[in-house]
């Protein structure tokens, strides 16, 4: 019984894995459960075994997809802040680099989601606000005391809106992309990281 547990929930998680790949690649609608089924190498029928719904394995992809890049961020923090970075620095060289931009797979949800997630059911609704409500939280502990209280939203807004218009341009204008993150980049660094 335990091992048919471990089994279900070992491929419970793949499936939940190549659903958050799936959503920050190409957003909510882009989940098609016969192709997550396949690439989690597990039969479509199985699907209902996991999950009551689409809605279910979208709510579960959005949060696993907040909790993968939250991870990835600390990690990558962590590494630039022992070479000395802030961690307000830290925090905006991961997130406006091109790296991010061109890695959707494993990047941060909420840029591709945001303009989408008001049109989703409640039940894909509220994880979706969780990840902003998380990223705000994140530039907030990152932000040097110092800084205004309300300035995370506008540190959040500005690293979304560089992160979209460069994802916008990179595939035909990557030099744009570049300098789009650069100035951002700049910007937040010379008006926050004091």
């Not at 491929?11 to 959503?23: K, L, P």
């Not at 790296?99 to 840029?111: A, I, K, L, Q």
Request: aromatic fraction near 4%; charged fraction near 20%; charge should be positive.
């Amino acid at each position: 019984m335990t091992e048919l547990s471990g089994r279900k929930a070992l491929s419970h998680q793949r499936i939940v894995d190549v659903a958050s790949r799936a959503i920050r690649r190409q957003g909510y609608d882009g989940v098609n459960v016969t192709e997550v089924m396949r690439a989690a190498k597990l039969t479509h029928g199985g699907f209902y075994a996991h999950f009551a719904s689409r809605d279910a394995l979208l709510a579960e992809a959005v949060a696993q997809a907040g909790a993968d890049i939250a991870q990835a961020v600390r990690e990558q923090s962590a590494r630039l802040v022992a070479g000395g970075a802030s961690a307000f620095r830290a925090m905006v060289e991961i997130y406006l680099s091109i790296e991010h931009v061109r890695d959707c797979d494993n990047g941060c949800p909420v840029s591709l989601l945001s303009g989408e997630m008001f049109r989703q059911v409640p039940e894909v609704a509220e994880p979706s606000r969780r990840l902003v409500v998380g990223l705000h939280e994140q530039v907030k502990r990152a932000l040097p005391a110092a800084a205004a209280p309300d300035a995370a939203w506008t540190v959040a807004s500005t690293l979304l809106g560089a992160v979209q218009l460069a994802r916008a341009l990179v595939g035909s204008d990557p030099a744009t992309a570049v300098a789009v993150l650069a100035d951002a980049k700049r910007n937040l660094l010379a008006r926050y990281d004091v």
